[in-house]
């Protein structure tokens, strides 16, 4: 380390040569790291299939609903980025301007539900389930596996919401909104990742 | 590289993370409950069906051999046995037990009347007769 | 020991390590019925054999399990068990039902005692693992009930440590799954599929919750590491473990009339399910290697140590070699199965338990260690009993190999029993690692009854 030695205060210093330091707690981070691997595993698994008929998964994937699926891209972007605007609030000490954010986050996730389940009240009506075909199997299982985290998020985020509305969270106390920001972009992420290979891609 | 790694969070994380995953698996009980009628073979279940499963369960059946792949690994598969052999052949090879033949695996006599072994293979027929994705490979078992 | 009532622990680790002889008595009959396949017929055919074989692992197990959670939940409340009388009059009970049942197999024709004992009422019977009569399922739920009543209470009134809220959650588990046992449907595919709710949800569920929770106390005791770095672990591991473990569930959904979709979601949270047993293997090492003390109990660490290896290795592994449904169609109920059941059962659980049982009886005798001629003894038995089941699980995975090959894969599929005649050099080895085993057992036992003076502890 070559840090100046008239420099006296720890946190100059630290501001000069700021160790990478990672957002939210390890717990929820190995988490995350499990939660991805189940997904990636499950992608893996759909490109496996896939190769096996080609034709027949794209045809299925023609039937997908995009313009649903872009709209909600959009929602979980939104919403991640309100999540990020929370967390600066709450850095800077503004807990009420953060649950503002929070309700932000929370209605676009809300959105994502609402317009989820009227894309799969559309498709049960039109006989998609899990034994219906390969892509129907893998569309399903993915995209609920996911929507699942979508909920599970939610209830995460209205976790932190009702912490800031009680000022539990400040610049001194992060890791519980870091946290929980952290496992909102990973929900972000995977869909990001989700959309185009099962709805999109060719 | 610096981190925080709480107790707290630790526990957060298991309790939301098995609630989580034992909901996701109430779901997919749920949709193979709905789903069963289509592959587990339930209209052929009748009386006799019934009847002989109790016998196979109080004969303890699986002691020894496998139904479905589940069991002891001592005797053959009998999930797909009526297909491999017929009905008057399980019949007749469960009266002519045991072989003394010796050195050899030998199966009890288990003494059932006829209609406990009417009804045992109604149950191997039924059994038979569940889609299970084609398994076993062969008709070997 | 801290607190006087810990000492009801000790009946129960004796009857375990009884039971656990009785177990591979009829382990080293079944072995040799494989090649000899008329040995002690009629008189003890081979289902009855293995019934009482794996009856006994389950019954000295729950015994290992109760007597550990009497030694550690008042150590870990800091305060005496609520009610000793109670546990003590539990273990003669379980212990009487448990004689019971198994004479029963043995003297009693199954067929005869099944409508003796209420089958017909509610068929419960004749189930792989879950083949006890009706009244000692209820009676299993009683004396369940009793202990976990017993131990709550200790815990409520007492320090609620991570470990104890575990070790607790896994106990109630177990009991609670216990209870889809008393449901048999006719329709076959149902009765596979919730008799796993029992057999899976057991092994690969909340069980690890209970043996992650006893390591975790003997490793807290044994090395002097600070316990909020090993709870904090603990928790981390146990999610993993649950979080791959539940859906893994799926992997016993592949050919049993359940939706085909299950192999998908079963090959995918199974093939996940190694990582919790090599997080508690590399946790274990980790701790040891961080010790801040040098306990005298050496052999205890070994166990502790050797039960990560081994539970990876048996479960983690082996799981995870036939676990993807490619794989499974050809594997499905051969002798591969067995081979991972035997190292996965000896590996996790066998081993936990003895694990604590060597941390604990030396204390409950009066001494923090045994003597140093004790321990080596002990040693040797770990050192004989592992690797004999490793050459168990080599050679019917040899033999599993053959077999699929012979019998599923060949163009011209040969039929079971020619098969059995043919990997019968297989058997024939896995007979004598059977017997090291057993050798190893002895030694075990008898390393109860070294004396010796008391090795002095060390600081690091």
Redesign the interface.
């Known amino acids: 380390m070559n840090t100046p030695a008239y420099t006296l205060d720890a946190r100059a210093a630290d501001a000069t040569a700021p160790?990478?330091?990672?957002p939210?707690?390890?717990?929820?981070?190995?988490?995350i790291l499990?939660?991805l691997?189940?997904f990636g595993?499950?992608l893996v698994?759909y490109a496996f299939?896939r190769s096996g008929d080609v034709a027949g998964f794209d045809a299925r994937q023609l039937g997908l609903d995009r313009d649903a699926g872009a709209i909600n891209t959009v929602l979980l972007l939104t919403s991640s980025f309100f999540v990020v605007r929370a967390t600066q609030a709450v850095a800077a000490g503004a807990c009420a301007r953060a649950s503002g954010w929070l309700v932000g986050a929370i209605g676009c996730g809300l959105g994502f539900v609402v317009i989820k389940v009227f894309e799969y009240a559309e498709k049960f009506g039109a006989g998609v389930?899990?034994?219906s075909s390969t892509f129907d199997?893998?569309y399903l299982?993915l995209t609920?596996?996911h929507f699942?985290h979508v909920l599970?998020g939610l209830v995460?985020l209205a976790a932190l919401w009702l912490g800031t509305r009680q000022r539990r969270y400040g610049p001194d106390n992060m890791?519980?909104i870091e946290?929980g920001a952290a496992y909102w972009h990973m929900v972000d992420l995977v869909w990001l990742i989700l959309f185009p290979l099962v709805y999109v891609m060719r | 590289m610096s981190g925080t790694f709480t107790k707290a969070m630790a526990r957060n994380v298991f309790y939301g993370g098995t609630v989580f995953f034992f909901l996701l698996f109430i779901a997919l009980t749920f949709d193979t409950m709905q789903g069963l009628p289509k592959s587990d073979n339930r209209a052929a279940i009748t009386p006799a069906v019934a009847a002989g499963k109790h016998v196979w369960e109080t004969r303890n059946c699986l002691g020894c051999h496998t139904l479905l792949g589940e069991g002891a690994y001592y005797a053959p598969e009998l999930g797909n046995v009526y297909k491999r052999r017929g009905p008057e052949f399980i019949k007749a090879w469960i009266q002519s037990m045991p072989s003394n033949t010796p050195g050899r695996r030998q199966m009890p006599q288990f003494n059932l009347t006829d209609k406990e072994l009417d009804d045992l293979v109604e149950f191997l027929k039924y059994t038979s007769e569940i889609n299970t994705q084609n398994w076993p490979p062969n008709i070997e078992g | 020991m801290k607190y006087k009532s810990q000492a009801v622990a000790m009946p129960y680790f004796i009857a375990a390590i009884g039971l656990f002889v009785g177990q591979i008595l009829f382990g080293l009959v079944l072995g040799l019925q494989y090649v000899v396949g008329d040995f002690l017929f009629p008189s003890i055919p081979f289902n009855i054999a293995r019934m009482v074989h794996t009856n006994l692992l389950i019954v000295w197990l729950l015994f290992g399990f109760m007597g550990s959670a009497y030694y550690l939940v008042p150590e870990e409340a800091e305060t005496e068990l609520y009610s000793p009388k109670l546990a003590l009059g539990l273990f003669w009970i379980f212990l009487a039902a448990g004689a019971l049942t198994i004479l029963g197999y043995l003297f009693v024709d199954y067929n005869t005692l099944a409508s003796a004992t209420g089958n017909d009422i509610l068929a419960t019977m004749g189930r792989e693992f879950l083949e006890q009569p009706l009244l000692t399922k209820i009676g299993i739920v009683v004396v369940a009930l009793a202990f976990l009543f017993n131990i709550s209470m200790t815990m409520l009134k007492g320090r609620k440590t991570v470990i104890n809220i575990v070790l607790l959650l896994g106990l109630w588990g177990l009991a609670v799954f216990f209870l889809f046992s008393f449901y048999n449907p006719t329709n076959l595919v149902m009765d596979k599929f919730y008799w796993w709710w029992v057999v899976h949800l057991w092994v690969e569920g909340v069980w690890e919750l209970i043996m992650a929770a006893l390591l975790a106390f003997v490793l807290i005791k044994v090395t002097g590491v600070d316990r909020e770095v090993i709870e904090k672990w603990l928790y981390v591991i146990i999610t993993l473990a649950l979080v791959t473990g539940i859906i893994g569930t799926g992997h016993h959904y592949f050919w049993i009339g359940t939706p085909a979709y299950w192999q998908w979601w079963g090959s995918i949270f199974s093939a996940l399910e190694p990582i919790p047993f090599f997080a508690m293997t590399v946790f274990a090492f980790n701790m040891v290697n961080r010790r801040r003390r040098e306990h005298p109990n050496r052999a205890a660490v070994l166990w502790a140590l050797g039960t990560g290896v081994m539970a990876f290795l048996g479960a983690g592994v082996w799981g995870f070699l036939h676990t993807l449904a490619p794989v499974n169609y050809y594997t499905h109920g051969s002798q591969i199965t067995a081979a991972h059941g035997h190292m996965a059962f000896y590996g996790a659980y066998v081993m936990v338990v003895i694990t604590i049982m060597s941390y604990a009886m030396p204390i409950l005798r009066g001494r923090q260690a045994n003597s140093n001629k004790a321990q080596v003894i002990e040693m040797w038995s770990f050192w004989i009993m592992t690797i004999s089941m490793v050459f168990i699980t080599l050679f019917l995975t040899g033999a599993g190999i053959l077999q699929v090959w012979l019998q599923r894969v060949s163009e011209d599929p040969m039929p079971f029993m020619m098969v059995q005649d043919q990997i019968a050099l297989f058997y024939w080895m896995r007979l004598w690692s059977g017997v090291g085993f057993a050798v190893g057992l002895v030694l075990y036992v008898v390393s109860f009854f070294i004396k010796g003076k008391e090795p002095e502890a060390v600081a690091a």
């Open positions: 160790t990478p330091h990672l939210g707690d390890l717990a929820i981070w190995i988490f499990a939660e691997l189940a595993v499950f698994a299939a389930t899990l034994s199997m893998f299982s609920f596996f699942m599970l995460i890791n519980g946290s």
